[in-house]
């Protein structure tokens, strides 16, 4: 799998060749900032997607750089990517989980002024854990909205058994 860079980040990596000799050339403080971070962009992409070496190196060798900077890029990127993978993971932002539902059905058959009604609703209550918290959610809903719900869950959960699906997931690990 390889890695592309937009042309605007590729703009931004193409100083580093120069800005090894920053202090003797005159570069600017802004064509630096554009250099970290279009490698801050490289080296977190590689990390996220865990590419191998070989892919890493041929993401890098469009570039154009001297095989001495590939090299260098090559060795940082190794010596830091579960550093990265890490960093990354504790930034993440912590979404709340499962914990348990509670539902029930309300029927109501008849009205003063509708004295033949049925409408049927669906009452939820879902406790969510996030952060040692607990919260609940009251979801009310009409039966049919709620079988549209879960066909589309069922329908992603199918999405999820295919090959492309399971090789991104394989990869965010």
Request: one cysteine or more.
């Amino acid at each position: 799998m390889l890695l592309v860079l937009s042309a605007e980040h590729r703009a931004h990596l193409g100083c580093l060749p120069r800005a090894g000799g920053a202090g003797k050339l005159d570069i600017g403080v802004d064509t630096i900032q554009r250099g970290v971070e279009g490698l801050t962009y490289l080296l977190t992409e590689s990390s996220k997607l865990m590419i191998s070496e070989i892919d890493f190196q041929d993401s890098i060798h469009v570039l154009g750089f001297s095989d001495e900077l590939n090299k260098s890029l090559l060795q940082l990127y190794l010596d830091n990517r579960k550093e990265i993978r890490s960093i990354l993971g504790e930034l993440a932002p912590r979404l709340p989980s499962y914990h348990n539902l509670e539902w029930r059905l309300d029927v109501q058959l008849a009205s003063r002024s509708l004295r033949q009604q049925i409408k049927p609703a669906v009452t939820m209550k879902l406790y969510l854990n996030q952060n040692e918290d607990q919260t609940a959610q009251v979801l009310q809903t009409d039966p049919a909205t709620l079988l549209h719900l879960i066909q589309q869950l069922e329908q992603a959960l199918g999405e999820m058994k295919t090959n492309h699906c399971r090789r991104i997931v394989r990869n965010m690990k």
